[in-house]
């Protein structure tokens, strides 16, 4: 069982940056391959960017690469996703979720979420 908890949302103007941190209790967090998924105003849930357990391998979204970085601390039982260049089209709440499973992309995948922290980017 992992539970997790999101911090670090708030309401930035387009061009700014902003970290979100999700911290992990347990002491299998490194076990687990980690990501961050975003739900918009009416739309679906969709996968933003992924940390691969072990190797640290890292995925993202064509619509975030080159703009967000998703980064874990093991010691600190921490995943964050810093945001570069926030567009007013990032307005969504912002979830961490954890996964032993392989299909990163995949939101199904996925067996552990946190509560969500919105992200509010006025343009």
């Known amino acids: 069982q992992v539970q997790l908890v999101e911090s670090g949302g708030g309401l930035v103007q387009a061009g700014d940056s902003l970290r979100l941190s999700c911290a992990a209790n347990?002491?299998?967090?490194?076990?687990?391959?980690m990501a961050w998924f975003r739900q918009g105003p009416g739309k679906e849930r969709e996968f933003v960017a992924a940390i691969r357990r072990g190797d640290d391998s890292t995925y993202y979204a064509d619509s975030v690469k080159e703009r967000f970085t998703i980064s874990r601390d093991n010691d600190k039982n921490t995943v964050y996703l810093l945001m570069n260049s926030l567009k007013p089209e990032d307005t969504a709440v912002y979830y961490c979720?954890?996964?032993?499973?392989?299909?990163?992309?995949?939101?199904?995948?996925?067996?552990?979420w946190g509560q969500g922290t919105q992200v509010t980017v006025s343009s």
């Open positions: 979720a954890a996964t032993s499973g392989i299909f990163l992309m995949i939101k199904q995948t996925y067996n552990y």
């Open positions: 347990g002491r299998t967090f490194s076990s687990y391959n």
